[in-house]
């Protein structure tokens, strides 16, 4: 036992250093450390919990700027549309407007010249009627009835006409 | 920093100085002084198993054998191996102290006195106190390079339990297996950090040029076997506190299996048996427990002790990478049986 070196008072002396050092270090390095350890997986965890909300956050305003866009995409096309028809509503309106317009012109412009056609073909006529019978006196030399010759000559006048208009 | 064709030139030195240093260390060493007839540069080591007493001074004056006119203040001839030096008186006082066989006291089994082991471990365990109480004394939540060394070792440690016991009784029995495992790490590799520090300081005889070192001021702690001893008790008794605490009473169903015998059955004869068994096992664990630290830390002592005899210089190089494994696996081994015992002795029940 002697030569090996055993001895009492040395091994409790032993005991004693490593119960004060594993009090030391207890109370001086391991709580702190471990206390510092779980503080940091904790900060970890709630930064790794923050970054999953973030990522979900940014994830479900990326869709809601999405639909935003979509939406404003159809309601821009739906605008265009809209102006697309109503120019086209007010072009065709403005076209038959103005198709009427020129008819309507076209119309008054045909009737003048009925009229005036009519009013040339009357004083024509009424000229030719007395030239005619003018010359019918002259040539026959002979006072006819004035009211039954006007008759007359306006038969032949409308017979001609509608014969021309046919 | 020297960079390129420079640190090759460096490294190139070095290699030369070391190359140099190992043949004129195989000339001056053991080997060589007998081949060449040198002088040697070392005496020849004296192997003590048992530690020896550095203080008080009386202690030290009866353990190496002097008489009691030695004055203690003579007596204390430290000396580093560079130290060029000491007093002038203590060279020729000691003349003819080399020239007697000392023959070393070891201390009876309950004398105290302080050994140059006890010291080893109390210097160990002020530098295992300094290394963590500075790496928490600061809590940054970013680490700074020494804070995050002693973080990962600790957690490479609490992982280390965790792996064995589970983590939440990781965590409860960590304060004493880490410091276990700490403890004897340091208190083996201290003699290699410390290396002028063991070698060449402590008592001795001799004068400046043939002092002779008989009683190291520094010796690793795991080479006096009363502290793998101690380690070793503190290892049972924690285990069988937990084991206790956890299974109650029952624990000890396993050590007294009564149980069969008294319902009857012959097979009770078996685990009483087996009971027995277990009980010696236990017991004979603090024995395999401080022979297998003291062995290994001895052998390596005496291992560094011889090639520097051998060969001294930088010869031992390769020793101290092998110690600092040997080290660093006992501290692993120490620790890792410890945690072993206990989950045996907590999770018992369910075999």
Known sequence: MVELGINLPLLIAYLVTFVILVAILYQFAYKPLMAAMDQRTERIQEGLSAAERAREDAASSQAAIEEQLNEARREGQRLLDQAREASQRFRETEMERARQEAEAFAERARADIQRERDAALEELRASFGDLAITAAERVIRRSLDRQAHEELITQVLEEGESLRRG | MPSGAAAKRVMLLAGLVMVALLIAGFVVGAIGSQMFGTTRFLAQPAIH?????????????????????????????????????????????HGDGAEEEHHFTPLGVSEFAITNTLLSAWVASLVIILFFVL???????????????????????????????????????????????????????????????????????????????????????????????????????????????????????????????????????????????????????????????????????????????????????FVFGLELLVGLIQAVIFAGLTLVFLSLAVHHEEH
Request: glycine share 10%.
């Open chain 2, 49 to 93: 198993l048992p530690p020896q007493p550095v203080f008080p001074f009386s202690a030290v004056k009866t353990s190496l054998g002097y008489g009691s006119d030695y004055d203690a203040k003579k007596e204390k001839a430290e000396a580093t191996a560079d130290s060029e030096h000491p007093p002038a008186a203590e060279a020729g006082d």
């Open chain 2, 135 to 317: 790496g928490a004394r600061k809590k940054a939540m970013v680490p700074g390079r020494f804070q995050s060394l002693v973080e990962s070792i600790f957690e490479g440690v609490l992982s280390f339990g965790s792996s064995v016991l589970g983590r939440d009784m990781a965590r409860r029995t960590f304060p004493v297996v880490a410091t276990i495992f700490f403890f004897v790490l340091f208190n083996a590799w201290i003699a290699l950090f410390l290396v002028p520090l063991y070698q060449a300081v402590g008592f001795g005889s001799g004068g400046l040029w043939d002092f002779k070192l008989e009683a190291h001021l520094i010796r690793p702690a795991g080479t006096d076997v009363n502290m793998p001893l101690a380690l070793a008790l503190i290892s049972f008794v924690f285990v069988e506190y937990w084991g206790i605490r956890t299974l109650g009473l029952g624990y000890f169903r396993k050590f007294f299996a009564f149980g069969n015998l008294l319902r009857g059955r012959p097979s009770g004869l078996i685990d009483i048996f087996v009971g027995i068994l277990e009980l010696i096992s236990e017991l004979v664990r603090i024995v395999s427990f401080t022979f297998r630290l003291f062995g290994n830390m001895t052998a390596g002592e005496i291992l560094v002790v011889m090639i520097t005899f051998l060969v001294p210089f930088v010869a031992n190089i």
